[in-house]
């Protein structure tokens, strides 16, 4: 089983940056997708980040242009930039990842998450 800690979060105000982090521990036998999820208050949790094991990125049209996504494939690893944050960028940001549990299975597993508070 995968065990994700999310770290990073914290109150910022309008305008200014965070860099959440995520490592994922356990029985690893490889990852492909890793990403971020967000849920603000009231609302239903959304896709925020993905980042493929090679790489490849999307991202939510609103956090286009300002969140960056990335990853270290050794230390099991993803990140996110957040710059130009704005008030409602505020939420739980849940980390998470789909790690292979045998042939043709890669469960998503995600973190606790962590909050993120932008005060305008």
């Known amino acids: 089983q995968v065990q994700l800690v999310e770290s990073g979060g914290g109150l910022v105000q309008a305008g200014g940056s965070l860099r959440l982090s995520c490592a994922a521990s356990g029985r690893i036998a490889g990852i492909n997708a890793m990403g971020w999820d967000r849920q603000a208050p009231g609302k239903q949790r959304e896709l925020a980040a993905v980042?493929?094991?090679?790489?490849?990125?999307n991202y939510a049209d609103s956090v286009k242009g300002r969140f960056t996504i990335s990853r270290d494939n050794a230390k099991n690893t993803v990140y996110l930039q957040m710059n130009s944050l704005e008030p409602e960028d505020t939420g739980v940001y849940f980390c998470f990842a789909n790690a292979y549990s045998g042939i043709g299975h890669w469960p998503r597993s995600w973190g606790q998450g962590t909050q993120v508070t932008v005060s305008s």
């Open positions: 980042i493929s094991s090679s790489g490849s990125t």
